[in-house]
Nanobody, 123 residues
């Protein structure tokens, strides 16, 4: 059974940092391109960042680059999203996702999804 389980969301103040985790099971983790998306209320789900197993192929939403960093622990089948200098407009539900397409940045290219974790940035 494929499972992607996010954790680490919560309430943080503007300018703060947060690290999200996503534990993946039921998939060949090394072969899956793993990414993070987010969806704010009333907005479409948008791509944040993604990486392959060794980090040599990464995709970024350009305006978030520098504040949001993705990493993976292949031994633990876990992917992380480190977020810094958080702003109020980063408030959203953050989703972990897996794709069989290297370099995927569109939600339609991702076959596996977690249930999401809420991140709220307060001023």
């Amino acid at each position: 059974q494929v499972q992607l389980v996010e954790s680490g969301g919560g309430l943080v103040q503007v300018g703060g940092s947060l690290r999200l985790s996503c534990k993946v099971s039921g998939l060949p983790f090394r072969d899956i391109y793993t990414g993070w998306f987010r969806q704010a209320p009333g907005e479409e789900r948008e791509f944040v960042v993604a990486t392959n197993w060794n980090g040599l192929t990464e995709s970024h939403r350009e305006r978030l680059k520098g504040r949001f960093t993705i990493s993976r622990d292949n031994a633990e089948n876990t992917v992380y999203l480190q977020m810094t200098s958080l702003r109020a407009d980063d408030t959203a539900v953050y989703y972990c996702a897996g794709s069989n397409t290297l370099g995927a940045t569109q939600a339609s290219q991702y076959d596996f999804w977690g249930h999401g974790t809420q991140v709220t940035v307060s001023s």
